[in-house]
Every structure is written in structure tokens, then in C-alpha cells.
């Protein structure tokens, strides 16, 4: 996969080259090219950003620099095929940065990253490039940063460990939360390791049982208690039939309920507290 950044901080990319993501590259996995946008201004001061039309707080990100430079990325990979990158502009504006996303995203050949400072990058630069390109701006959470470049390090590594080969163990994501499949719903239970006891701590009996079954089941029961107590939402608009018996036995002892199609339903008044 090929990832271009384009960025007044290219320093702020630095993680980049380190852990999964930096092994990455290093394997010839992600070939990750970061360019400053002060390249492509034309005055003393390398001026990018200027007051917003209207009026109001802030400084908005001009258009010219960030024309100029996203053409230059596209022409630099367009191939014989004209292949074309997919646009992300990380902006709190965006839809929500979900595992559906970094699947979808990981299935792409070459991203284009945007991030802006200030208040934003000006609409026309999203309108011109969304004619040509496929353009996600994304939200990586309900809160403000003061830029863009922590989300591109957020969604490479999201998207970086699901290519194939970056990951040691090709399994390991399949039971990650929020992957798509049995577990979509359920946030991840807890897990350990040795040594058997620590602090007086010892480890559920149920994980030295060799019972791969009954381990799969306490998992499960597990991740449905946590979801419950930190992301309940998640359940409530689960499909019914994701849900087997013995689901809803641990969620009825919770105190959740069932609609008459077989939905559940948190308990009312802090039952779960
Ligand atoms: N830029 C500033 N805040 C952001 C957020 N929450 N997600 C993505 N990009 C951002």
C-alpha cells in the first residue's frame, strides 16, 4: 500500500517510523511518502492559512497550496492504468472512524492523507478533489484536537495492521472488537498471561481447563459483561439473531430484557450499575 501525507508537521509523523507501522515499511509493506505543504506556497512567508470569509474565530487553510500539492502527489503515482488515491481528510466534521472503515480503507491501494490545522482547509479543496477522487472525511472521535496529524497516525496504524503479512498472526483480529463477524458487537474480555499467580492474583480456572469449548464460551460471557458495563449501546442495536441462549441468559441476569421480536433491552434505572 502506498500512503502519502501531506502536512505543515511532517515531524509530527514520525511515529511512523517505529513499531508495527515502521517494520512496515522497512518489509516494503507500506511505502509512506510525507510532504510539507510550505513547498507549494509561493510567498515569503510560506504562507497556508488566511481569515474566514464571514467572519469568526481562527484561520482557515488556503486553497492554492493545497491544490497544488495534492495535484503534484496524484500525478507522482498516476500509472499507466491512471491509478488514483483515495483522499482522508481527518476533520471532527467527518463520519465516524469505525473497523468497517479500516477494513475498507485496507482494501485500498494508495491513501492520500490531508490533515488540517486551524479551523479547517477551504470547502472548495474537498468539492474540487471529490470530483475526481473518492474522499472520506473522517472523525476519529467526539472531540476537537488542534490537527489532523494525530488521526492520520490513529487510522495508518488501524489500516496498517489489518494488510496482509503486518500482523504475526493473520488470527489475531479476528476476535479484535468491533471485527466484523461473531463478536461485531462485543468489545474484547479480558486476558492474561504467566505468571499463573501475581500479587496474590490468580487466573480464571476455566483458561488452564484445555477445554477449547468451554474457553470460547467464557470469552464470550466475558466480553458480553463488558460491553454491558462500558459500551451498552453497542448490544441494544445488535441483530437478534447474533444473540444465541445462552447469551441472553448472562444478559437477563443483568437484568436486560427481550422485546416481543427478540430484541434486548438494557434494564431501566441503573440496574447494570
Ligand atoms: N481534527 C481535529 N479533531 C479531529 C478529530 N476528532 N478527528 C479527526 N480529525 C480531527
Not at 491509478?83 to 471532527?92: G, K, S
Amino acid at each position: 500500500m502506498r500512503l502519502d501525507i501531506v502536512t505543515i508537521f511532517p515531524e509530527y509523523l514520525e511515529p511512523l517510523n517505529v513499531s508495527l507501522v515502521g517494520k512496515a515499511r522497512l518489509r516494503g509493506q507500506l511505502d509512506v511518502h510525507i510532504h510539507d505543504l510550505r513547498q507549494w506556497t509561493h510567498d515569503r512567508h510560506n504562507t497556508v492559512d488566511d481569515t474566514p470569509y464571514g467572519g469568526g474565530p481562527g484561520m482557515v487553510m488556503k486553497p492554492e497550496p493545497w491544490g497544488e500539492a495534492l495535484d503534484a502527489v496524484i500525478a507522482s503515482g498516476a500509472g499507466p492504468q491512471g491509478a488514483r488515491p483515495t483522499l482522508v481528510v481527518p476533520t471532527p466534521s467527518g463520519r465516524p472512524f469505525t473497523q468497517a472503515l479500516a477494513v475498507e480503507l485496507s482494501e485500498r491501494p494508495w491513501l492520500v492523507f490531508a490533515p488540517a490545522r486551524y479551523e479547517g482547509i477551504d470547502r472548495r479543496v474537498i468539492d474540487e478533489y471529490g470530483e475526481r477522487l473518492d474522499v472520506h472525511e473522517v472523525s476519529i472521535g467526539d472531540y476537537v484536537l488542534a490537527g489532523g496529524e494525530a488521526a492520520v497516525l490513529v487510522i495508518t496504524e488501524a489500516v496498517a495492521r489489518l494488510l496482509p503479512g503486518v500482523l504475526g498472526n493473520a488470527a489475531s483480529h479476528q476476535d479484535d472488537s468491533f471485527a466484523p463477524g461473531a463478536m461485531e458487537n462485543l468489545l474484547e474480555g479480558p486476558v492474561y498471561t504467566k505468571p499463573p499467580e501475581w500479587r496474590g492474583r490468580g487466573i480464571p480456572e476455566i483458561l488452564l481447563s484445555g477445554h477449547h469449548g468451554r474457553i470460547a464460551r467464557w470469552r464470550r460471557d466475558e466480553a458480553i459483561r463488558r460491553t454491558v458495563a462500558n459500551r451498552p449501546e453497542l448490544l441494544e442495536c445488535c441483530d437478534p439473531a447474533a444473540l444465541d441462549k445462552h447469551d441472553r441468559k448472562i444478559l437477563a441476569g443483568l437484568g436486560w430484557t427481550e422485546d416481543p421480536e427478540g430484541r434486548i433491552l438494557r434494564p431501566q434505572g441503573g440496574m447494570e450499575e
